[in-house]
């Protein structure tokens, strides 16, 4: 069985995603396409053998060809889209945010339990990386015990003007908020944010780097660094300690050099190649899940917990104070 | 396009590639099976929808539906196909080896050039694997400088008493033959081989370890080490060294782990995920290739001049004696 | 000119420094001892040709023969001596710490001052380890550009029932506040100290582990992990994240096994000996420098220092709030 | 009891090891020195104090004060004064090669059973190195099971014009020839040389990089590689491959840095360093042995069966065949 999917929002990252399932993946096609420029719409569907263009992503939702909705529209309009998709009861990949706001994220999970049907998967892709699936899965067969420290970094070699402090959170670390609490199965109950002093490379408007400190449920403490002008390359670290060792994220395969008085592997200086398989791995499983009705990914409520705890780690920035992170239980529909 | 393949031989390397065709890649289809078992080949195409079994290979091959062919049958077997392949004009997809002599693999290759179209690839997977396609990026972007030598080990845990000593070369060290006359552009001129003293851990037909010493015609000196009871783990390895530099193929991703007075990552038991990822990576290339009427991956040559390689192996590990590896210039079809 | 040392205090440490003067290191020899109990003190001499037995530490100190005092005493009783030690004008090496209180430290800083000669030494070994030189060349060589993070920690695999939570700051985390103080060349403005959950393998009077942060003068932010009983081994990591680049603290060299499916190096067990060697090239170093009337290691007032941030710390830890380090400014006798 | 040391040869490697015994090393002092060229002595005479001058190894050999003998005067001399030291029956520390030739040093071997007191160790300080230690530990330690074989490396990043091949053998391999037998004790029987391309930064009389092969009694077999201009750095390489696991030499240590795109730690340009506490540890040793009528470092044989090994390894490199390493027995004097 193929799934038929239409995407909604062919900016660069819908653009991607066209092209996985057209060329790469299994299991399911490109139908249908949307997007607020609609010739930009019609020029990605001239590639594109059998797909129609609908007129917005209500129109393209409301189709009876189109079985599955990949949302990778302008952000603020996600939650419209994602709510359509519930309403239609059709499955829909939404790339983050879910929503944007947290209170929208809460909304998109009262509807879903209110259709009854598992339908909406958000886009953190990292879940589905090959060394935080090695590193949950030492975690999940005891190897280390309980978890009592996360140390983690998010360092990028350097962001543009137009990148704000508030950017850090939202953007980058939000990706760390995500996969620290799938990685421990755990949730957080406070944010407290520390701001070295910056460093010269940064602008007028970032404050870089910053140290954000998650407390969990289980009493878990986490601290993360963000610093996205560290200039040397796209890193991201992650080191569990646990009561009997320590497991760390791997570092990406690299040749291994001698040269130059230097004993030496890469650094990745592009973001995009550090995950780029994951993507595949995650679409694919959405795929397959999809078909069957399941969400095996990140779900409407782990999309609503990362902005809850977003919110706080902004307020905690701006504030310098611990800042609470408090949301209703769980709904049982997501155990 | 989808390519329509026929697959002849359903043992355990030939169920792997069907699997693989079915469920992970893309643009072919399994549409035609053989095997000298009529009943495991109809128990296979009882899950492939769409797939006919035919009595022989030979009528598989000539079936107008089947547009490239896929040979995992017994070695001995595997000339017929590929010749009866070359003679349909149909591309072909042969497990190693090409076939059981040398003098077989030249006549495939003279049926090639006389059939005046590329159709021959040989299943040599290493080329596709990520950490060796890096380690060949270094060398051809020229960031060690010319080779000068190649230190290589190919270890395996353990062998069953079946693995005898000429094993090591044709079973086991061919996949260096072919990947290291690759990986450094040259041609083999000579084969020397030592034999250490055995490990406790052989069996009595078996000398193990090995020492394989190869010469190029550009004067590279190459040691790979087999050694096929090494205990500790199935472990490549392979170091360049060139006039500036030295590099090393990557050790696979591993969490790293802080444990019981040991830092460590770990080392795979089992070879056949050592390299599994290429697998797929090989034969989605053939396919895009096939359609194109081109061979990219190891083509009827290079199988041919890995078999003249591990004869000479073969015959200096019998003699002790350094063997000159002698072949016809390459015939510029395979410039 | 070989510098004739009484040392005070005999026990393992004292007994440790006795037979590093006089074995291992040069220019230096034991002249005379003193003990709370003088039948140890009597042992101890009894291998030491040429060594005398004085009643008590002020007695030692005032002997004409005594040239320099090393102070390996009960840490309560360090103030008095070094005191008379400055009053006698000669070198003293007193073992961490300089005193019990931050104000005791302050009146030896104060009584060094006056005496117009710098006559103090502290303990504190770090300085004096190979991967920490290394790692300060990095930093003042200026590999990495200014320094902005720390994060570090200081891992031991078990503590007895007698080790309590002020003792991860007083005993263990404050090899850290006088190493990383002097890495950075920075002063410490406050403190604050996380409670990650209880590993299961602590004791009732025990928090462990621990995070403390540290905020320094120039803005840096540290972060400091103490977990002393890890189970794993005696691990001592420390990451300088600077404007250009990240330094890290070498593993200390270890044989690398392929065993067992693990790639793996050994973590020590015994701190005592991971600094060993430092042991030995501070009390070299002290030597050469008493005998030029110089201090070249920790002096009086980093003694100090120490002291203060100590205090800071259990206030911190015990108030869970962010304490203030205050002190007066640096006197001028020592810049 | 301080022992009284005479050194003959003040050059380079004489001056470091008296000032090795003035001011680092503990329990003897330099008393006496010789030089053919006398000034040069006396020079270094100036600045130690209680030292004489003696016309002549010879005469400074029979001085009544000299306790021991340090040799470190121009190789082809070497021979002569171990001879004295022996007829003298005074302990000598003679540094490579003992002699000049294989003959001479059995003759020294002869001359020191002779004289029935072990009076003779040769200046190969490996041995001595704390990563060598630590792997022979591993192995002798059964670690690694029974050694079966040895891959190494010894490459320096540059030689001068006046460095030829035989020296490749004779200054450079000769360090592997003693340390590898000592390190899994062994004997040699055989050698053969291989002769990669050469690289384009050799000269006209080297050929560089070699590699040669040698086979021991027990059926070891090594490779190992010489590679004098390798450009990178000085890098000296070795993993002992045994029936249970490997073992490898461990990296010297050093800051691991994040900078430039690069994960990296130094490679050493400057040999001299490399092994430069190893010197230490092996005089250091020498003299507690010496006090105690012992040779515990490379005694007279193992300079002995270094020579012939190495004259073997010429032949091989010289003429291309495997020559066999043929010796009589060992004496039981050295068992």
Redesign the interface.
């Given at each position: 069985m193929t799934l038929d999917i239409g995407v909604i929002g062919v900016g660069m990252i819908g653009r991607e995603h066209i092209a996985r399932l057209a060329?790469?993946?299994?299991g399911a096609r490109v139908v249908a396409l949307a997007d607020v420029d609609a010739r930009q719409a019609e020029a990605v569907a001239a590639g594109l053998p059998g797909a129609s263009v609908y007129p917005d992503g209500e129109a393209l939702i409301a189709a009876p060809e189109v079985q599955a909705v990949v949302v990778t529209s302008w952000g603020p309009t996600h939650a419209t889209y994602v709510l359509a998709a519930i309403a239609a009861g059709k499955p829909v990949f939404c790339e983050k945010p879910l929503a944007a706001t947290a209170e929208a994220c809460l909304s998109i999970v009262e509807a879903e339990i209110a259709s009854g049907k598992h339908l909406v998967q958000v886009g953190f892709q990292r879940r589905y990386d090959?060394?935080y699936r090695?590193?949950k899965a030492?975690i999940d067969g005891g190897?280390?015990?309980?978890p009592?420290?996360i140390?983690c970094?998010h360092r990028n070699p350097a962001v543009p003007e137009a990148y704000v402090s508030d950017m850090a959170i939202v953007d980058t670390f939000i990706h760390e908020i995500d996969v620290l609490r799938w990685l421990i199965g755990d949730d957080y109950v406070s944010a407290q944010v520390?701001?070295?002093?910056n460093?010269?490379?940064t602008h007028a408007k970032l404050d870089d780097?910053i140290?954000v400190?998650l407390?969990t449920k289980?009493?878990?403490?986490i601290?993360g660094?963000v610093?996205v002008n560290?200039?040397?390359?796209y890193?991201i670290r992650c080191e569990v300690?646990g009561?009997?060792?320590?497991?760390?994220?791997?570092?990406?395969?690299?040749?291994?050099?001698?040269?130059?008085?230097?004993?030496?592997?890469?650094?990745?200086?592009d973001w995009k190649l550090r995950f780029l398989e994951s993507y595949d791995v995650e679409l694919q499983d959405w795929i397959e899940a999809a078909k069957s009705g399941r969400v095996d990914g990140p779900n409407a409520w782990d999309g609503y917990f990362a902005a809850v705890t977003a919110d706080a780690c902004l307020k905690a920035m701006h504030s310098g104070e611990v800042v609470e992170i408090v949301t209703p239980p769980r709904p049982a529909f997501y155990d």
């Open positions: 060329n790469t993946l299994v090959k060394g090695a590193l030492a190897v280390i015990g309980a009592l420290m140390h970094a520390l701001k070295p002093r460093t010269r490379h780097p140290i400190l407390a289980n009493g878990v403490r601290d660094e610093f560290c200039r040397y390359g890193d300690v009561e009997e060792g320590c497991a760390t994220l791997p570092e990406p395969e690299s040749v291994v050099l001698r040269k130059d008085a230097k004993l030496s592997t890469a650094i990745m200086q």
